[in-house]
């Protein structure tokens, strides 16, 4: 019996040092703050700079100079007391933290300078978006 309580207390140490040791595997990622720092016309290595890391992947790399990486990126949000949310400074207290969620960056370079870039969420407004620049265009150039 006492033999039993010795094994089942070592495999339960056991056990736990093992859970205790696992690990997770994620991207290297940016914050929003350093994407908002890009401009364009910056070379490769200057947006490395920027964001503290080389391309997540290559995207796509064409003959005529063109080449898109791709990047991640979190957001930064605060956690909030619930009864400060509404109130007035409320948007400024609280503790910074990454929101779990990554995000895409793609950055279109040719001959080594960036051309433009744009995110996971810009690719799905993008149309509405295009459309109504192009119908605000049309109205104020009449």
Do not use: W
């Amino acid at each position: 019996m006492k033999r039993d309580v010795y094994f089942i207390l070592s495999a339960l140490i056991v056990s736990m040092a093992l859970v205790s040791c696992k690990t997770v595997q994620v991207a290297k990622f940016a914050s929003v703050e350093n994407v908002m720092d890009i401009k364009l016309k910056s070379s490769l290595a200057e947006v490395i700079s920027k964001l503290g890391s080389k391309p997540y992947n290559v995207y796509s790399n064409q003959v005529g100079g063109y080449v898109i990486y791709t990047y991640k990126y979190k957001l930064v949000e605060r956690k909030v007391n619930p009864s400060l949310v509404n109130s007035r400074g409320g948007e400024t207290t609280g503790t910074e933290y990454y929101n779990g969620k990554e995000h895409n960056l793609f950055l279109i370079f040719k001959n080594d300078q960036l051309e433009a870039f744009l995110t996971t969420e810009g690719r799905k407004d993008s149309p509405g978006l295009v459309m109504l620049n192009n119908t605000l265009y049309t109205i104020s150039k009449d």
